[in-house]
């Protein structure tokens, strides 16, 4: 008895165990599709590990422990440097245009602030005073250093750093320290 | 078991692990890398002023707004600007030969136009350090 599928002549058969039917109807065949898919939209967690992983390295590898020791004024676009040294903490003055800032600790230990023009450094001049003053007053036994950083846009004119280069030596701050990005 | 499952491995604390560890290394990082180049105004004053040392050669590195000037004593050279920028090889280069002819000195003067910007200025300070002229007397004239 041979095989006979479709809608063709066919002999009567037995019906017995059947993996798939013999039978190829165009809904049985949906059907029988329908049942082997997975009918859940999974997530491949793979490549989002893998994402994660180099993510996680990279911002470890870029992770620094001291953090940032002060803020760039947004109008200030610190010039490149090489061969530097790290920065570290200490009264910073900020040259912006034609305006000095500086930022230091008052006598309670608060951050303060003091703008004015290129011009005139009259507060800059007290307020460095004070301020050595104070470390004098609080460790006599050590000799000042006059620590400070200055920051300044690259493209500011140097003769305005020269200015306030001037006020900073005759004050006694002498060990100057110029921001730069490496 | 059906080839590739991962009842071994529960991926939901690890995923949770990652995403909190994500946050906070990104709320933490540092993108800017700020250094610094140090001065001591002490030394510059030293240089400048009468506590020369007899007999010392005088080098000086003057930067002005076309060229690079530097000075042995009695002895200078030239450098203009190329594209409106101070020539940091031939700086290099010169540096180079005074290490060779005074190999115990570190001190240099540098002096600077009013008008040069300080980016400039910043630039060849880093070449002098770079060379390993690190004691850089800055004027303030």
């Known amino acids: ?182 | 078991m059906a080839a590739g499952s991962s009842r071994n491995l529960n991926l939901t604390p690890f995923i949770d692990l990652f995403s909190v560890l994500i946050c906070f290394l990104l709320i933490t990082a540092v993108w800017n890398q700020i250094e610094a180049l140090d001065i001591d105004m002490n030394q510059t004053s030293s240089s400048l002023g009468g506590n020369a040392e007899e007999g010392k050669v005088h080098l000086a590195v003057n930067l002005l707004s076309d060229q690079l000037v530097l000075t042995e004593d009695g002895a200078v050279m030239r450098y203009p600007h190329k594209n409106k920028k101070p020539d940091l090889a031939a700086l290099t280069n010169q540096l180079r030969q005074w290490r060779q002819k005074y190999p115990e000195r570190h001190d240099v003067v540098f002096n600077t136009d009013n008008q040069i910007s300080y980016g400039s200025m910043i630039e060849v300070f880093d070449s002098l350090v770079g060379s390993d002229w690190g004691e850089v007397g800055i004027s303030t004239e």
């Open chain 1, 1 to 182: 008895m041979g095989e006979v599928k479709g809608t063709h002549k066919r002999s009567l058969e037995v019906p017995g165990y059947r993996i798939k039917p013999k039978w190829d109807l165009p809904g049985l065949r949906r059907r029988q599709s329908h049942k082997g898919k997975n009918s859940e939209a999974g997530l491949s967690l793979t490549p989002m590990i893998d994402i994660f992983s180099i993510l996680v390295i990279f911002l470890l590898m870029n992770f620094s422990t001291t953090g940032e020791i002060f803020f760039i004024n947004k109008n200030i676009k610190l010039p490149p440097a090489k061969n530097t040294n790290p920065l570290e903490s200490r009264p910073l003055l900020s040259i912006v245009g034609n305006n000095v800032v500086f930022e230091m600790e008052n006598k309670v230990g608060l951050p303060t602030r003091i703008e004015e023009s290129l011009d005139q450094l009259h507060q800059l001049k007290l307020s460095l005073e004070q301020l050595k003053n104070r470390h004098q007053k609080l460790h006599p036994n050590q000799s000042f250093k006059g620590d400070i950083n200055i920051q300044a846009d690259e493209s500011a004119n140097f003769g305005n750093v020269k200015k306030v280069l001037r006020v900073l030596t005759e004050k006694g701050w002498t060990a100057i320290s110029f921001a730069t990005r490496k």
